[in-house]
């Protein structure tokens, strides 16, 4: 391999190393175990799409907006109805999204699935702060409620930070 050949990969691999240890260097707590508090990851700014109000929970996993789209959470997985924890990964997302205006990041190699838009959903769990908006997707993984549906790490354009 000829020297531009290794410059040209080598530059922009070392910024995507950069740049992923700069992320990772930034969340506190996750790792301790003894406070869920703790975990939680404040968002400072967020890239996304459009900001819609949340008007109803189908479950810990799924939501609709008040524009009439049904939103799927990008790779993560709640219980389904009937199956352990499912009441409280509802009500998590209940508490957090429900009747607030939510960030909707749009999963673009995802698409839809049953008629469901794919997308990380970002909410605000204090009603009078308008910049501490949360992931909903790695707050149900912080908390126990969701586990990372692997089948979809690859084809999600949120592998990078979901699929850790």
């Known amino acids: 391999m000829n ?15 950069f740049f992923g240890i700069a992320f990772l260097s930034t969340i506190d707590g996750v790792n301790d175990n003894n406070n869920n508090k703790s975990k939680s990851l404040p968002i400072v700014k967020v890239i996304y799409d459009y900001k819609v109000l ?8 799924t939501i ?7 939103i799927r959470l990008a ?14 990964a509802t009500e998590f997302t209940k508490k957090l ?12 190699k995802q698409g839809q699935s049953y008629n469901r838009i794919i997308a990380v959903v970002y ?4 009603d009078n702060d308008n910049k ?19 089948r979809f790490c690859g084809k999600s354009e949120f592998t990078n930070i979901l699929c850790v």
């Open 3 to 17: 020297k531009t050949r290794q410059i040209i990969i080598g530059i922009p691999l070392a910024l995507i190393i």
């Open 54 to 61: 949340v008007t109803h929970v189908v479950d810990g996993d």
């Open 64 to 70: 609709d907006l008040a524009n009439g789209e049904r």
């Open 75 to 88: 790779i993560v997985n709640t219980p389904e109805r009937g199956q352990t924890g499912y009441k409280e």
């Open 97 to 108: 999204c429900l009747g607030k205006q939510a960030l909707i990041n749009l999963d673009t």
């Open 123 to 126: 909410c605000n769990d204090d």
């Open 132 to 150: 501490n908006y949360k992931m909903l997707n790695k707050e149900l993984l912080i908390h126990n409620l969701a586990v990372v549906d692997k």
